[in-house]
T-cell receptor, first 110, second 117 residues
Framework: GQSLEQPSEVTAVEGAIVQINCTYQ??????LSWYQQHDGGAPTFLSY????GLEETGRFSSFLSRSDSYGYLLLQELQMKDSASYFC???????????FGSGTRLLVRP | GAVVSQHPSWVICKSGTSVKIECRSL??????MFWYRQFPKQSLMLMAT?????????EQGVEKDKFLINHASLTLSTLTVTSAHPEDSSFYIC?????????????FGPGTRLTVL
């Protein structure tokens, strides 16, 4: 079977740092992606890790450890607009097929 | 950038009718397009993978005769919900992967909210 685990909700204050973890068990692994989705909107791509290590893009960073089947998304200098749902997704095949986690709802408070 | 559009953005229909949703990649050619369904406060569930010029591959539990997918060109895929029922009401999202992409990502359309009365 395929499963991705991530916390259902996280709350943090503006300006803080938050880490959203994702563990996965999938038949096949090409890479781990992160997507942001605001209520009523479509998912937008944040990052992709195919190899172990940390990828940094502005305020967002993503980490992957393939041996631990684990990754995380790190959001720094939180802003109110970062309140959204964040999904990890595993690419399971050469066809770019993605399996999504259940999503983490992030609430940023003033 | 890589832009994917969907049409319509929302649709309300009567039970028993069919609804067609279009997904277009506007500024790139998509080798593969994907169709997802998302219920409120839930994750995206992959329904099917669509390759240009070939039959779609459906995920387990998705009825291929109810959700008809056509991928006529490298920039257009359509999803037709046939004989829609209230339980088909959902947010339908398509995505496209880019030919020779260096970022290995899918680009998502804005979604279509379907309400079946």
């Amino acid at each position: 079977g395929q499963s991705l685990e991530q916390p259902s909700e996280v709350t943090a204050v503006e300006g803080a740092i938050v880490q959203i973890n994702c563990t996965y068990q999938t038949s096949g692994f090409y890479g781990l992606s992160w997507y942001q989705q605001h209520d009523g909107g479509a998912p937008t791509f944040l990052s992709y890790n195919a190899l172990d290590g940390l990828e940094e893009t502005g305020r967002f960073s993503s980490f992957l450890s393939r041996s631990d089947s684990y990754g995380y998304l790190l959001l720094q200098e939180l802003q109110m607009k970062d309140s959204a749902s964040y999904f990890c997704a595993v690419r399971v095949g050469s066809s770019y097929k993605l399996i999504f986690g259940s999503g983490t709802r992030l609430l940023v408070r003033p | 950038g890589a832009v994917v559009s969907q049409h319509p953005s929302w649709v309300i229909c009567k039970s028993g009718t069919s609804v067609k949703i279009e997904c277009r990649s506007l500024d790139f050619q998509a080798t593969t397009m994907f169709w997802y369904r998302q219920f409120p406060k839930q994750s995206l569930m992959l329904m099917a993978t669509s390759n240009e010029g070939s039959k779609a591959t459906y995920e387990q539990g998705v009825e291929k005769d109810k959700f008809l997918i056509n991928h006529a060109s490298l920039t257009l895929s359509t999803l037709t919900v046939t004989s829609a029922h209230p339980e088909d009401s959902s947010f339908y999202i398509c995505s496209a992967s880019r030919l020779a992409s260096s970022t290995d990502t899918q680009y998502f359309g804005p979604g279509t909210r379907l309400t079946v009365l």
